[in-house]
């Protein structure tokens, strides 16, 4: 039995991994695009078998676009994935609410047995994988990857979508500047081992010296607030994969230690040479961070 699947994509058309997941189910493969002309382009090209486009959302958020792909998708009912971002999962919810359907996130691999879907994810923050089985159509949130490349032409359908009467009437931007640890090819993380907020610049030195993105613990973002929300690692923080990890008076509890899996290589600094962090370094330097962070920076530069 081959089981079709539904792709929905909200305006970023990174769904490589999507496409070879929903390919590897054997059925025909439908892209559910809300977005620019350009991004339904580029989904017909990347290997689905029919995109059907609902238009730009113009001055609509997309949320008013949830009824339109529901319907489109309870038409012909699936498996429906879907990338985590914020416009996808919208739809996703509103696709799911109309199937009745579960919506499983974190998907790391789907297969089908027969009429069976088996759904492998990892959860508590990446330490152990469980799998699932699902009979009937059910929607999964699962990594998108990257922009397809161009490998066919699908046809594209025009949906005309009336967009249900909801409006955006002033968009403003933070001024609080957000960091995107996860693109960062270098990374610094400074812990509770630092005393004071204003020896913060130490590890600026030694991030300048390396192109760094500065980095930390919860503690330091949540309680002690002394670096910003988007600024911690862990399993309820951000998640990297740089190629250069330094973790500086951090103890690397399995919570902090979860979120820099991906790095190529750690290096830790800590005064404790039983410290945790040190199991997971390629490098470790037992010491005074106010010793030592100064002397690499000076070396470094
Ligand atoms: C549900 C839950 C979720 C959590 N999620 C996260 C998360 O996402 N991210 C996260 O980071 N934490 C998370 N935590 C907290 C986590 O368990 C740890 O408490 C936290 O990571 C510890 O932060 P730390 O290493 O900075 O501090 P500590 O554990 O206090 O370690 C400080 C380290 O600094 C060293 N040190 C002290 N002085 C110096 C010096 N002068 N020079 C060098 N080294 C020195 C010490 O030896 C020690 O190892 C979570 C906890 C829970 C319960």
Known sequence: MTVNTWIVVAGDPAIATLIETARALGGDVTAAVVGTRATAETVAAGGVDKVLWFGEPGDAPVEAFGTAVADAVAAAPGVVLGAGGPG??????????????????????????????????????????????????????????????????????????????????????????????????????????????????????????????V???????????????????????????????????????????????????IVAINTDANAPVFKDADYGLVGDLYELVPALTAALK
């Open 88 to 213: 996808e999962r919208v739809l996703l919810g509103a696709a799911a609410a109309r199937l009745q359907a579960p919506v499983l996130t974190g998907a790391s691999a789907v297969t089908a047995e027969g009429d069976t879907i088996v759904i492998s994810r990892s959860i508590f923050g990446g330490i152990a994988e469980e799998s699932l089985t699902v009979t009937g159509p059910v929607v999964l949130v699962l990594e998108g990857g990257p922009v397809p490349a161009a490998t066919g032409t699908a046809p594209i359908e025009d949906v005309a979508v009336t967009p249900l009467g909801v409006v955006i009437v002033e968009t403003s931007v933070s001024d609080v500047a957000q960091v995107d640890l996860g693109a960062a090819p270098r990374v610094v993380g400074i812990g509770r081992g630092l005393k004071a907020q204003a020896d913060l610049a130490l590890v600026e030195a030694l991030a300048d010296a390396t192109k760094a993105e």
């Open 215 to 265: 980095a930390c613990s919860r503690p330091v973002a949540e309680g002690l607030d002394w670096l910003g929300k988007d600024r911690y690692i862990g399993v309820s923080g951000a998640h990297i994969s740089p190629d250069l990890y330094v973790a500086i008076g951090i103890s690397g509890q399995l919570q902090h230690m979860v979120g820099v899996r991906g790095a190529k290589t």
